[in-house]
């Protein structure tokens, strides 16, 4: 058996007498125990295996805390072998073995906030047992202890009073080490533990408690104890993984329920049982390795945990490679470390373009792998071998061919195809192509097709057919990523690629294309000023160039349109405002005769001189002068749309006549550009006045010209404005004014003029509508309109009761809901359509119905279906009474005679229903 569990073993069939030297305290008369902070004991002993393992519980020590400040800190004088928990118990920090008797080491204790600080020694004593070889239900040798035989008894610690009644400590006491039970245990249930006694039970009798999780803490009922006997029971199987450790508290009691001895910590370890199976994180694992890896590379790592006990074999997991598909080109292209589950290749030759993936099972085993004993699982590995750049791209030929015409920028001239083994749409597959000869000036590039992967060689300067007709490139291709060290590029990754450049028709350029030209204002008509000179690009097509004038803004120049000759149309005039800062611009086209034609512009630029062909004159034009109370002044200036050396200085002067212009005015000069007028009387009329004035330029010669100035004299206040009235109504409305007030009036009538206009056109077209009926037409003295048209009594049974006087018939609004009858015509505003004359006329009635009929089909208000049309109503009083009453038989006695009487036109039926019966 293994050393280590045999150590293990030894602890649940230790004997241990517990005796514990309490605190010295005094007892006060009130009964009550002074606290004191400290350890319970300053010199703790433990009986352990003389091989003690990493994470085994060795002993629990016991600090008090009396200001329960909960900041204190536990540490050891040998960290490194040994550590302390917050709770107290002191674990062994590696796997350790005791040489000699004892190992001695010391737990410190410092309050973080005030840094004060505590200590005690602990002791370990080694002490061997030979152990018992128990087996598992399913035949397995386990390294975990089973109860022993033999109940144990564990001991209240012994209490030793002095004559003036402090405790007296004893100098040494074994501390209880802990309880282990196997988990998984079949019973039979309650299984006894140990037993816990007091030494004085011999003369009274005491209960016994536990307390804690396990007992009455959740999970609870898992330990009972005998509270006669003091035996500690385990009532169920127990389970590591769900809990590891408990931690219990016993207590005694007399019959009274008085604390008989202090409550002692009682640690049972559950032990581990190899009874669950490793578990992958994951069922698939994705990996990835580059296609060339060397022998060791790492590819993944692959992770199971086991639920058990991972400090003992039950938890110790060992992985291994099952299976490997596909085998090519060796069977066993990975390993795996059987401890961490990293995954590496083992041998050369992973090629993408062969083999892109790999599945590997892969198996992890608990106890260290021991196939016969320990728990397996499987999972898969994907191996995903990912492409480098190790295949470069090649042309499919040596010579690509392609067409341009000249002077054609971004098009496609040839499309250059190449084929890449590696993994498309990667670094490694993508092409990039490079011009290393023949474009030395840069007019071409190679763009790529990124689905393709296709070179599209495209112009990016204009190709010139007079320079070159063809051009010869050199074009290399290569990858985004570069080749694997080691690898070349093969003479397939090179090819040439030849354009032809196709002539096409260019436009005629100017010489220069902008022309200078300075000239005088003032050039007469017809004067030649320049000659234009244009060239045709095309040496190879002989063709004909004409000059025509595309933009002139004054319409000042003509060109020949064979030698390009510049003349003048008009004078030149500086100060025209097609002038901008004295230069005038002109374009001009020349133009071929190829197919298509070509043409192209020129600018001439004419910088016009200036000459002293503007007179000046005053500014402003009008002013006010104040006749009093002080006889004011106006400053004047003049215009001159020359420039400097052509206008100012001026020269300011009044003329001799009208003789009372220097009698009542003077003008002084200010300065080169400004004079002075002034009245020279102390009395002028208010008024208006108008003050002509010569003006000299500067000029060589000097020019002059005689402005009017309209001055207003009026009387001023104090602040200099005019007061008088009259001043106003003198100076009147100037020419402009009234000129607008004429425009206005005119406007205004033209306004009227076309309103009644309209409206009598408006008129006209109501009288147009209106039905115009021969007063001849008219049959009978009283016709009135009436609302019914259709056959006989014999065809309709109709109520005749409408056809009555107009203001006698029920308005159609109040007529009740359903009278209406079914052919009646909607109601809605009736159209006008005209009334028969009421005076008598032998007309026919057919052709008043005719006329009533084209008017209602030409009435635009009357509904698009068939309705009722609306004829005169003869009204009541007639002596031939209703038309019903007339019926085509001879028969009965009714007397017609009276038919005679109505006319030549009722002839017809007198003779037919008149005379005898004959």
């Known amino acids: 058996m293994d050393p280590r569990a045999r150590g293990v073993a030894l602890l649940p069939f230790l004997l241990v007498l517990v005796s514990v030297t309490a605190l010295q305290v005094h007892v006060e008369s009130t009964g009550q125990v002074q606290c004191k902070t400290g350890f319970s004991e300053s010199i703790y002993n433990a009986i352990v295996p003389r091989k003690l393992q990493e994470g085994q519980p060795l002993l629990n020590v016991k600090f008090i805390d009396c200001e329960q400040s909960g900041k204190i800190q536990y540490n050891t004088s040998s960290p490194i072998d040994f550590r302390i928990e917050d709770d107290g118990v002191v674990y062994a920090a590696k796997d350790l073995h005791i040489s000699g008797k004892q190992a001695k080491f010391v737990v410190f204790v410092e309050d973080t906030d005030t840094q004060q600080k505590w200590q005690a020694t602990v002791k370990l004593v080694w002490r061997s047992r030979k152990p018992q070889k128990n087996s598992l239900k399913d035949g397995i040798t386990s390294s975990a202890p089973q109860l022993p035989e033999k109940i144990e008894e564990i001991f209240f610690p012994s209490h030793h009073f002095e004559s003036n009644g402090y405790l007296k400590r004893q100098k040494r006491d074994w501390v209880i080490p802990p309880i282990n039970v196997p988990e998984n245990s079949r019973g039979p249930f309650p299984q006894e533990l140990v037993v816990i006694r007091s030494d004085r039970d011999k003369n009274r009798s005491l209960r016994y408690s536990v307390t804690g999780p396990g007992a009455d803490q959740p999970p609870t009922a898992k330990f009972s104890i005998s509270p006669v006997s003091g035996q500690l029971f385990v009532n169920a199987p127990l389970d590591r993984e769900e809990r590891p450790n408990y931690n219990l508290r016993a207590h005694a009691v007399d019959l009274n329920g008085n604390q008989v001895e202090n409550p002692i910590d009682i640690i049972i370890n559950v032990i581990d049982m190899n009874d669950n199976r490793p578990e992958f994180l994951n069922q698939i694992w994705n990996g990835t390795v580059p296609e060339g890896s060397k022998p060791g590379t790492s590819v993944m790592s692959i992770t199971a945990v086991d639920a058990d006990d991972p400090k003992t074999s039950n938890g110790m997991l060992r992985y291994k490679i099952i299976s490997q598909s596909p085998s090519s080109?060796?069977?066993?292209?990975?390993?795996?470390?059987?401890?961490?589950?990293?995954?590496?290749?083992?041998?050369?030759?992973?090629d993408r373009e062969k083999v892109e993936q790999y599945t590997l099972i892969i198996q992890a085993t608990d106890m260290e792998g021991n196939p016969t004993y320990g728990l397996s699982n499987t999972a898969t590995a994907v191996i995903t071998v990912t492409d480098v750049n190790d295949n470069a791209p090649e042309f499919p030929v040596k010579t690509?061919?392609?067409?341009?015409?000249?002077?054609?920028?971004?098009?496609?001239?040839?499309?250059?195809?190449?084929?890449?083994?590696?993994?498309?749409?990667?670094?490694?597959?993508?092409?990039?192509?490079?011009?290393?000869?023949?474009?030395?000036?840069?007019?071409f590039t190679i763009m790529t097709d990124p689905v393709s992967n296709d070179g599209l060689l495209t112009t990016v300067q204009p190709i010139d057919y007079e320079t070159s007709r063809v051009y010869v490139l050199t074009v290399v291709a290569e990858n985004q990523e570069p080749l694997l060290k080691g690898i070349q590029l093969p003479p397939q990754s090179t090819a040439t690629v030849s354009v032809s450049v196709i002539d096409v028709n260019e436009s005629p350029y100017f010489v220069p294309e902008r022309m200078l030209v300075r000239q005088e204002e003032g050039l007469p008509p017809g004067s030649a000023l320049t000659t234009l000179t244009a060239k045709d690009p095309d040496r190879f097509m002989k063709q004909t160039i004409r000059y025509s004038k595309l933009y002139d803004p004054a319409d000042w120049l003509k060109i020949d349109s064979i030698n390009g000759l510049i003349t003048t149309t008009a004078v030149l005039d500086r100060e025209s405002q097609f002038v901008k800062h004295n230069m005038y611009n002109v374009t001009f086209l020349a133009s071929d005769n190829g197919a298509p034609p070509g043409s192209g512009t020129g600018t001439l630029q004419i910088y016009l001189l200036d000459v002293n062909d503007n007179a000046p004159h005053v500014s402003p034009q009008e002013a006010e002068i104040c006749e009093k109370p002080d006889v004011g002044a106006v400053n004047i200036t003049a215009i001159d749309y020359d420039i400097d050396g052509n206008a100012g200085p001026f020269i300011f002067e009044l003329p001799t006549s009208p003789s009372d212009i220097r009698a009542n005015w003077t003008i002084t000069r200010i300065n080169g550009d400004y004079a002075q007028l002034?009245?020279?009387?102390?009395?002028?009329?208010?008024?208006?006045?108008?003050?002509?004035?010569?003006?000299?330029?500067?000029?060589?010669?000097?020019?002059?010209?005689?402005?009017?100035?309209?001055?207003?004299?009026?009387?001023?206040?104090?602040?200099?404005?005019?007061?008088?009235?009259?001043?106003?109504?003198?100076?009147?409305?100037?020419?402009?004014?009234?000129?607008?007030?004429?425009?206005?009036?005119?406007?205004?009538?033209?306004?009227?003029?076309?309103?009644?206009?309209?409206?009598?056109?408006?008129?006209?077209?109501?009288?147009?509508?209106?039905?115009?009926?021969?007063?001849?037409?008219?049959?009978?003295?009283?016709?009135?309109?009436?609302?019914?048209?259709?056959?006989?009594?014999?065809?309709?049974?109709?109520?005749?009761?409408?056809?009555?006087?107009?203001?006698?018939?029920?308005?159609?609004?109040?007529?009740?809901?359903g009278i209406r009858r079914l052919d009646e015509r909607p109601i809605h505003a009736e159209a006008q359509y005209p009334v028969r004359s009421a005076l008598p006329h032998p007309g026919d009635i057919g052709d008043f119905i005719n006329e009533g009929l084209k008017a209602a089909d030409n009435d635009p208000t009357a509904p698009p279906y068939d309705s009722l049309l609306v004829f005169d109503y003869e009204g009541s009083g007639s002596t031939a009474g209703s038309l019903s009453s007339l019926n085509s038989s001879s028969s009965g006695d009714q007397d017609y005679d009276y038919l005679n009487d109505w006319g030549p036109r009722f002839r017809k039926l007198a003779d037919m229903y008149g005379g005898e019966d004959d």
């Open 329 to 350: 080109p060796s069977a066993n292209m990975f390993t795996i470390n059987n401890q961490t589950g990293e995954i590496i290749t083992v041998a050369a030759g992973l």
């Open 400 to 443: 690509f061919y392609g067409e341009v015409p000249e002077n054609r920028v971004d098009v496609v001239v040839a499309n250059l195809t190449v084929t890449d083994k590696d993994q498309p749409h990667t670094p490694a597959w993508n092409a990039v192509y490079r011009i290393t000869n023949g474009d030395a000036t840069g007019r």
């Open 678 to 817: 002034r009245l020279t009387v102390g009395h002028l009329d208010t008024g208006i006045y108008d003050i002509p004035i010569k003006i000299f330029d500067s000029g060589n010669p000097p020019i002059y010209n005689t402005s009017v100035l309209r001055v207003k004299v009026c009387q001023c206040d104090q602040n200099g404005d005019c007061t008088d009235v009259e001043r106003i109504v003198a100076a009147g409305l100037g020419t402009g004014a009234i000129i607008a007030i004429l425009l206005c009036i005119i406007i205004l009538l033209c306004l009227v003029l076309l309103f009644v206009i309209w409206m009598k056109h408006r008129d006209k077209e109501r009288q147009a509508k209106q039905l115009l009926i021969d007063p001849e037409d008219d049959v009978r003295d009283n016709i009135l309109k009436y609302d019914e048209e259709g056959g006989g009594e014999e065809d309709q049974d109709y109520d005749l009761s409408q056809l009555q006087q107009p203001d006698t018939v029920e308005s159609d609004t109040i007529k009740p809901v």
